[in-house]
């Protein structure tokens, strides 16, 4: 069985080894999972296959202690235990940025979701202190046949009315 | 002619050190190469151990490539050596032997490379950005090294790792 576990706490030196010692602790496998530092939290996000017999509720039982030590916001739930969709599209990046405003991350991914077109991964960042800039970077999966122009264009539309500037490209990682 | 199966990590063979190429061998071994990069679609090189042979040999060839600017047409190199490299920048890189993942990876930006032509003769080029990178990771495969081995950063370089506090 696979659980996704997510974990939210003020950042320091530990959590992941404190979270994974648990996870091991209880003969769990970490399988794909994303941590970074968000905003001075530490977020991790993790698929866990645990083994036959192991249970969602003894997993919580078991990251109650270090949750409680490190302040961390803690999640334990089953997920299907389906495989990853395979990307059979193209792969293109979407950088975004500008002055900072509701509704950027909103009105791209309207767009792109109206375009039945993946996303596979996005960050966002302010960055700046004085004139604070907003950027947002993607990468998705345009589904096969897809008009890339028209979606190019799509975006910038909607870059030029939020007042953003808007980039889309092929994801360009050469095979060698 | 004889395309070959390119052959995936964790397959030993790639993480192992390529022997010294057999002379007797050298000829069949590059006629393999060549013919499966050409029957692999996007291929732009390929490294003996890729198809399984721990050989210090390669082929390349970035003809039409987009991205490339200097160009040698095909390149069959055995034992080949950097002798000289400048320059730096960071791309994203993929390999047919570690499908589905692709990383950032920093390389030098021109490249000069000596080595033996499948017949013996000695051959030396030099090459810039995309060239160059292929090169280099063709040449990373005799050593026993994946794109994985380098890769600089986890996404785009955009987003500084600054710690907050």
Redesign the interface.
């Known amino acids: 069985m696979h659980v996704a576990v997510t974990a939210v706490g003020p950042?320091r030196p530990g959590i992941v080894a404190a979270v994974s010692h648990v996870l091991y602790d209880v003969g769990g496998n970490i399988e794909d999972s994303r941590m970074a530092?968000l905003?001075?939290h530490f977020a991790m996000v993790l698929i866990v296959a645990l083994p036959d017999g192991a249970d969602q509720k003894e997993l919580e039982r078991a990251l109650a202690e270090p949750a409680g030590k490190l302040e961390l916001i803690t999640t334990v739930r089953p997920v299907d235990d389906s495989p990853a969709l395979h990307a059979e599209g193209s792969p293109y990046?979407v950088?975004v940025y500008g002055a900072d405003k509701p509704g950027i991350v909103w009105q791209i991914s309207e767009a792109l979701a109206a375009a039945n077109v993946n996303i596979s991964?996005l960050?966002t960042?302010v960055?700046g202190d004085q004139e604070p800039v907003y950027?947002m970077?993607l990468?998705v999966d345009l589904p096969p046949g897809a008009d890339a122009e028209a979606i190019g264009m799509a975006l910038k539309v909607i870059g030029e009315e939020l007042g953003v500037d808007v980039a889309f490209n092929p994801?360009?990682?050469?095979?060698? | 002619m004889a395309v070959r199966p390119v052959l995936r990590y964790p397959a030993a063979v790639l993480k192992a050190v390529a022997l010294p190429i057999d002379p007797a061998d050298a000829e069949q071994l590059c006629v393999d190469l060549v013919d499966t990069m050409r029957a692999s679609p996007?291929?732009?090189?390929l490294a003996g151990p890729q198809i399984g042979v721990s050989a210090r040999a390669f082929c390349m060839d970035v003809t039409g490539h987009k991205?490339a600017n200097s160009c040698n047409g095909l390149v069959v190199l055995i034992d080949p050596v950097i002798k000289a490299r400048a320059g730096n920048d960071v791309?994203?890189?993929?390999?047919?032997s570690l499908p589905d993942i692709?990383g950032n990876v920093r390389r030098a930006t021109e490249v000069t490379v000596r080595g033996l032509t499948p017949d013996g003769s000695a051959r030396e080029i030099t090459a810039d950005a995309?060239e160059a990178?292929?090169l280099q990771?063709?040449i990373d495969h005799l050593d026993g090294l994946l794109?994985l081995d380098r890769v600089s950063s986890l996404?785009?370089d955009?987003?500084?790792r600054k710690?907050?506090?």
């Open positions: 950042d530092i905003g001075g990046v950088s991964d960050a960042h960055v950027v970077i990468e994801m360009d990682a050469e095979t060698l | 996007a291929c732009v090189g991205k791309s994203r890189e993929g390999c047919m692709t995309f990178r292929a990771h063709e794109f996404t785009a955009l987003f500084p710690r907050y506090r």
